[in-house]
């Protein structure tokens, strides 16, 4: 079992505040969604976690390890991955060669066509040529490459069609119920919520909402008020 735990972080950008403490949780089995309109802070959240930028305070903890200070190669190798959004493809490699480079000892290949077969058909396939879908589902196979405790997924649905979406967010739910802790920010709330355990909606760069998927699935008008800039945290949240 292993535990995100994020408590009072602040995120500076251009040292004007973008995302101010934040406290929220990801742990084994579960998928522990972020929503949130554009500019919320949701992506610079994930670049503060994975330590593409520096924080300003607060903790980043997996299993009581703080990694808040600690270089992004640091948090790697403590079980932090990052599937960055715009899908980061080595474009000259094939899909094989693309997984081969990201594979940390003790994992295995085949765990990545096993999670995509779509992979398989296309192993010998430059990742110039694959399809939107395709490239995503490569980034979140290397991402496994690497034996993460904690996942965390950018935006992998930007610009896919609706069935492909609900293709990768299935795989996602199968890598929670494998053990993996995910952390997923998504433009798609309701097929987000439909899949996700733990809901954060966050506006102007702080947590407005932290409460189940489920419930906040059943309130579409909840969710409407929080995207336009809702500043209670429910009650049951805490
Ligand atoms: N490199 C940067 N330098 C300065 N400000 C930035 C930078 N990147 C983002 N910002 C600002 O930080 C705020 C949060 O942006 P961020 O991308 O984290 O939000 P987001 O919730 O992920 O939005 P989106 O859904 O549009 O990606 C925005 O006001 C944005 O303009």
Redesign the pocket.
């Known amino acids: 079992m292993s535990r995100l735990v994020v408590s009072n972080l602040s995120i500076n950008?251009?040292e004007?505040p973008?995302?101010t403490s934040v406290d929220l949780i990801a742990e084994s089995g579960a998928i522990s969604v972020v929503l949130?309109?554009?500019?919320?802070?949701?992506?610079?959240?994930?670049?503060g976690l994975s330590g593409i930028?520096p924080v300003a305070g607060g903790t980043i903890a997996i299993d009581g390890r703080e990694l808040q200070n600690a270089r992004p190669g640091t948090r790697s190798r403590e079980g932090l991955a990052h599937v960055e959004?715009g899908r980061t493809v080595f474009r000259q490699l094939t899909t094989d060669e693309n997984l081969r480079v990201s594979l940390h000892p003790g994992a295995d290949m085949a765990e990545a066509y096993a999670l995509f077969p779509e992979l398989l058909q296309r192993r010998a396939v430059k990742a110039s040529l694959l399809s939107g879908g395709e490239q995503q589902m490569l980034v979140i196979a290397r991402a496994l490459l690497t034996r993460p405790k904690v996942l965390l997924i950018?935006?992998m649905s930007a610009g896919l069609a609706p069935v492909i979406v609900t293709r990768l967010m299935t795989a996602v739910r199968k890598l929670a119920d494998d053990g993996l802790a995910v952390l997923l920010?998504e433009?798609f709330a309701a097929l987000a919520l439909s899949i996700g355990n733990r809901a954060y909606v966050?506006s102007r760069?702080r947590v407005v909402y932290d409460g189940d998927c489920a419930k906040l699935r059943q309130s579409p008008d909840e969710l409407h008020r929080l995207y336009l800039g809702g500043t209670e945290v429910p009650a049951e949240a805490n």
């Open positions: 950008r251009a004007l973008v995302v949130g309109a554009n500019g919320a802070g949701k992506t610079t959240l994930l670049e930028i959004q950018d935006e920010v433009q966050m760069g």
